[in-house]
Structure formats: structure tokens, C-alpha cells
């Protein structure tokens, strides 16, 4: 099974200066998505801090890319990248094969669905 991950931000905290620079991020929070294609997907929302920035390579804030907040997020969540991703795994597994079911009474007439 392969699973493709996306990235949501949905909202950057900021310091409006900090050290002469504008606009410094200081927390993101995000939602990494994860599909396998065939319809089964599952996601994490979290919020990572990230590190004060070196003013040498500081972007600005109006500047970022996607990629380049990508590659900051990444940097900062570490191993916990890994561990988001064998969440989402888990939770696509679990739809396509899942360990328990809601079966309708044997009685009941053929069709009849009960929400669970």
C-alpha cells in the first residue's frame, strides 16, 4: 500500500519582531494528509513550534513557499514525522481491513442498514 501525504496550514503565530526581523514564525499548525488512492484516507492535526530563525538566511514572511514551509515543519517535528505517518497508515489499514463490524439482526429483512 502507498500512501501519498499532502500538507494543510491553517494558521501561522508569529512574533511581529524579534531580533530585527518582521514576521518571525515562532508555531504552525497543520494537518498532514495521507491517501492510498482507492478512496481510503485518514489525517493529523497537530502544531509544531519551530526554533528561533538565523537572521542570515531569515525569509521573510511574505516570501514563504509551501515547500519552504514544508521543509521547516519537517525540520522541526524530527522523528515525529515518522510517527504521524504510521498513524495515518494505521488508520487507512483499519479501513480497509477492519477489526470490528456492525452486523443487523439475522431476523431483519435483507437490506436494512442501521447507522452506527
Same mark, same amino acid.
Given at each position: &500500500?502507498?500512501? #501519498?501525504? #499532502?500538507? =494543510? *496550514?491553517?494558521? *501561522?503565530?508569529? %512574533?511581529? #519582531?524579534?531580533?530585527? &526581523? +518582521? $514576521?518571525?514564525?515562532? +508555531?504552525?499548525?497543520?494537518?498532514? $494528509?495521507?491517501? =492510498?488512492?482507492?478512496? %481510503?484516507?485518514?489525517?493529523? *492535526?497537530? @502544531?509544531?513550534?519551530?526554533?528561533?530563525? =538565523?537572521?542570515? /538566511?531569515?525569509?521573510?514572511?511574505? +516570501?514563504? #513557499? @509551501?515547500?519552504?514551509?514544508?521543509? &521547516?515543519?519537517? =525540520?522541526?517535528?524530527? /522523528? $515525529?514525522?515518522? /510517527?504521524?505517518?504510521?498513524?495515518?497508515?494505521? !488508520?487507512? !489499514?483499519?479501513?480497509?481491513?477492519?477489526? @470490528?463490524?456492525?452486523?443487523?439482526?439475522?431476523?431483519?429483512?435483507?437490506?436494512?442498514? *442501521?447507522?452506527?
Amino acid at each position: &500500500m502507498t500512501i #501519498t501525504y #499532502t500538507w =494543510d *496550514f491553517l494558521k *501561522f503565530n508569529a %512574533h511581529p #519582531t524579534l531580533n530585527s &526581523m +518582521n $514576521n518571525v514564525i515562532y +508555531n504552525v499548525e497543520f494537518i498532514l $494528509n495521507g491517501s =492510498d488512492g482507492e478512496g %481510503h484516507a485518514a489525517q493529523v *492535526f497537530n @502544531t509544531v513550534g519551530l526554533g528561533e530563525p =538565523d537572521p542570515a /538566511n531569515f525569509i521573510e514572511f511574505s +516570501n514563504l #513557499t @509551501t515547500s519552504t514551509v514544508i521543509s &521547516m515543519v519537517t =525540520d522541526a517535528l524530527g /522523528n $515525529n514525522l515518522a /510517527n504521524y505517518q504510521a498513524i495515518i497508515n494505521s !488508520q487507512i !489499514q483499519s479501513q480497509i481491513a477492519p477489526a @470490528t463490524a456492525s452486523l443487523a439482526p439475522p431476523w431483519q429483512p435483507s437490506g436494512l442498514v *442501521f447507522p452506527e
